[in-house]
T-cell receptor
Framework: EAGVTQFPSHSVIEKGQTVTLRCDPISGHDNLYWYRRVMGKEIKFLLHFVKESKQDESGMPNNRFLAERTGGTYSTLKVQPAELEDSGVYFC???????????FGAGTRLSVL | AQSVTQPDIHITVSEGASLELRCNYSYGATPYLFWYVQSPGQGLQLLLKYFSGDTLVQGIKGFEAEFKRSQSSFNLRKPSVHWSDAAEYFCAATTGTASKLTFGTGTRLQVTL
């Protein structure tokens, strides 16, 4: 079974630019989560999809972040315009309905210069 | 507020020595508890989880963790560390299925030969 795949693995952009991160969950996993780790801090929840619907987006920092999940499959997280404080590692995770634990991807390291 | 605390940011042990990584949680009720490990370039891998029942939980790679309600702790242990165990370890908690995880800040383990 393929794991959670994230693309790109690393992105370097300038302040003010737009970046789109992609996550492909494990096939059949209805739950998809985005998390972020800013350097030196804990991994923090951003939002949760159940299929194509946003279940909980309480962790989204501001309206510069837009997440979508097309047809309940892959998800994208767009940051527009990017700011310096958006730098960090963005993790995606997925889980089956009714499961307590999530499978994580390797993360996308975002560097905003 | 719900929180997970990992008091040790960085730990160094000699190969073959025993290991204990600390984790404390602050929740209104006992949460579901997890330990994840992240090796360089890899995603977060689930080591073990505690939902209920036996307070000593066995995981992969020879790790175990003990849940202590009286101390609000869920410490990770390994009797004999291998050089390949060098990684960053995260304790996490959640309150229900398909719920977001709350992470500690992580403990980076260095193993000396």
């Amino acid at each position: 079974e393929a794991g959670v795949t994230q693309f790109p693995s690393h992105s370097v952009i300038e302040k003010g630019q737009t970046v789109t991160l992609r996550c492909d969950p494990i096939s059949g996993h209805d739950n998809l989560y985005w998390y972020r780790r800013v350097m030196g801090k804990e991994i923090k929840f951003l939002l949760h999809f159940v299929k194509e619907s946003k279940q909980d987006e309480s962790g989204m920092p501001n309206n510069r972040f837009l997440a979508e999940r097309t047809g309940g499959t892959y998800s994208t997280l767009k940051v527009q315009p990017a700011e310096l404080e958006d730098s960090g590692v963005y993790f995606c995770a997925s889980s089956q309905s009714g499961r307590w634990y999530s499978h994580f991807g390797a993360g996308t390291r975002l560097s905003v210069l | 507020a719900q929180s997970v605390t990992q008091p040790d940011i960085h730990i160094t042990v000699s190969e073959g020595a025993s290991l204990e990584l600390r984790c404390n949680y602050s929740y209104g009720a006992t949460p579901y508890l997890f330990w994840y490990v992240q090796s360089p370039g890899q995603g977060l891998q689930l080591l073990l989880k505690y939902f209920s029942g036996d307070t000593l939980v066995q995981g992969i790679k020879g790790f175990e963790a003990e849940f202590k309600r009286s101390q609000s702790s869920f410490n990770l242990r390994k009797p004999s560390v291998h050089w390949s165990d060098a990684a960053e370890y995260f304790c996490a908690a959640t309150t229900g299925t398909a719920s977001k995880l709350t992470f500690g800040t992580g403990t980076r383990l260095q193993v000396t030969l």
